[in-house]
């Protein structure tokens, strides 16, 4: 099956700096690969997502890109704020389109915190 | 967009007993619906997948007899922690997505389990 790593498990940057966040798949079916964040006892929220058919995507200080030769994609926050503070999940998808779309994994997640 | 609605939010209850969960899809049908489980600081888990009218699904090492899953309409699926004991506390969360090509994941607020 499926399995994603992702890195730096802890992150903590200064106000205005750039995150960025780095997971790796194995699967080379997979095909769908969304972004979470995820706030204390709360539900995940999807922030980002990007498909094996684009190499990069951007939504204002958020963007992703995708290698899938290296089988690695990257979340990248720029000009972060106090209110970015949260852990940061990726997960990958090998059947997006097919009848498991919501079959994820997940990756450890990432503590990302920033300083004012 | 898409509303996921899971009820309880939190729930305490004793060793042995057993607790149901309930993940309704608020505007859409949704013939399939997955279960995760998070425990604190780790990320998420697919225990099942749902579906309606049939048998659920179960990922590998889930007790199926243990976490039982019904999904008898096509907004409704439940998740009943069986016997629970502390081991079982966990942050139970649904999730759901229409049936509509791409279509992305969304979340239930979740559930906190805890197992006195």
């Known amino acids: 099956g499926e399995n994603v790593e992702q890195h730096p498990s802890t992150l903590s940057v200064q106000e205005g700096d750039s995150a960025v966040i780095k997971c790796t798949y194995s699967?080379?079916?997979?095909?769908?690969f969304p972004w979470y964040k995820q706030e204390l006892g709360k539900r995940p929220q999807l922030i980002i997502d990007?498909?094996?058919?684009?190499g990069e995507k951007k939504d204002q200080r958020i963007a992703v890109t995708l290698n899938k030769t290296a089988k690695h994609f990257s979340l990248h926050i720029t000009e972060t704020q106090p209110e970015d503070s949260a852990v940061y999940f990726c997960?990958?998808?090998?059947?997006?389109?097919?009848?498991?779309?919501?079959?994820?994994?997940f990756g450890q997640g990432t503590i990302l915190t920033v300083h004012p | 967009g898409a509303v996921v609605s899971q009820h309880p939010s939190w729930v305490i209850c004793k060793s042995g007993t057993s607790v149901k969960i309930e993940c309704r899809s608020l505007?859409?049908?949704?013939?399939?619906m997955f279960w995760y489980r998070q425990f604190p600081k780790q990320s998420l888990m697919l225990m099942a997948t749902s579906n309606e009218g049939s048998k659920a699904t179960y990922e590998q090492g889930v007790e199926k007899d243990k976490f039982l899953i019904n999904h008898a309409s096509l907004t409704l699926s439940t998740l009943t922690v069986t016997s629970a004991h502390p081991e079982d506390s966990s942050f139970y969360i649904c999730?759901?997505?229409?049936?509509?090509?791409?279509?992305?994941?969304?979340f239930g607020s979740g559930t906190q389990l805890s197992v006195l």
């Open positions: 999730s759901a997505q229409r049936p509509v090509l791409n279509e992305k994941l969304f």
């Open positions: 505007d859409f049908q949704a013939t399939t």
């Open positions: 990007i498909r094996s058919n684009v």
């Open positions: 997960a990958a998808n090998p059947n997006a389109g097919g009848t498991s779309y919501g079959k994820l994994t």
């Open positions: 699967d080379s079916a997979s095909n769908y």
